[in-house]
């Protein structure tokens, strides 16, 4: 499994069953890491009454289970036994950050590196990170919207980034019909690519003309996981592709899909 899928499912499972503890979740943690310390002089006792082989034995077998573990200790707060201290530590930092409803990152803009803070949007079937200090999301009918937090002005293409969910139709099934729908309206429509980034999944990518305002639109299109797909529709100008358009892309790599 990858990384971002288990960081996924971890999610996911701490996010469904956790509603009623997330006020004490500092006592959480200090218990969970009270058990690493105690497995810490278990495996210390273990290793000198009987032999580093049963001892490596008894941590291999524990690693298998977990991911699971760790999401149920955070939930009612009982580890018995089952971290050594690299492993149960960097898994208790990562479940950490799925509280956190704001971080900071740094995002390469024209070259430079900008820090930032993005903000944890929790909706229905996924979750995002976005900057509130620049932009918003809004709701408009089935689908969610992320716009510039001032309005540009008129002269301006527009800016924004949809997201939304076709519940009856895989990915497959509507990339073609995004490349007829864009070949409407754009000038030039590429290729359609297979990416890993920022998102996995199909790219169909559109350009107006090559001048600073020509339109510039983006649609990835990715699995739900289910039988249908997750639509991200990013629209901005050619000048804006490392300002609006990076910052759209980082947005996206913070993506992830919360499964009913």
């Known amino acids: 499994m990858d990384d971002k899928k288990m960081e996924r499912n971890l999610y996911e499972t701490l996010k469904g069953h ?3 503890v997330v006020n004490e979740k500092e006592e959480i943690w200090k218990y969970i890491e009270s058990q690493i310390s105690l497995q810490e002089n278990n495996i210390v006792r273990a290793t000198k009454n009987k032999g580093e082989r049963e001892v490596k034995q008894r941590e291999k077998k524990s690693t298998g289970r977990l991911v699971v573990l760790v999401a149920t200790a955070a939930i009612v707060a009982f580890v018995f036994g089952i971290f050594t201290t690299n492993t149960g530590q960097a898994f208790v930092e990562q479940l950490k950050q799925y509280f956190e409803p704001k971080k900071e990152v740094i995002t390469e803009i024209e070259g430079d590196q900008e820090q930032s803070e993005v903000i944890l949007q929790d909706r229905v079937d996924y979750i995002i990170y976005i900057d509130e200090e620049r ?7 089935d689908v969610d919207k992320i ?7 008129d002269k301006y293409p527009e800016v924004s980034m949809t997201i939304s969910q076709i519940v009856d139709k895989t990915p497959e ?6 490349v007829e729908q864009l070949g409407t309206s754009f000038e030039t429509v590429k290729e359609i690519e297979t990416v890993t980034e920022p998102v996995s999944g199909f790219l169909v990518s559109a350009i107006d003309g090559n001048e600073w305002n020509s339109k510039v639109n983006k649609v990835y299109i990715i699995s739900n996981g289910r039988e249908g797909s997750f639509v991200f529709d990013l629209k901005y100008f050619l000048e804006a592709s490392e300002g609006h358009g990076a910052r759209f892309y980082h947005m996206l790599e913070e993506f992830q899909i ?3």
């Open 18 to 20: 956790t509603d009623d």
């Open 135 to 141: 932009y918003q999301l809004i709701q408009e009918q």
């Open 147 to 153: 716009v510039p937090k001032v309005p540009l002005e």
């Open 173 to 178: 099934q509507l990339v073609n019909e995004y």
């Open 258 to 260: 919360v499964e009913e």
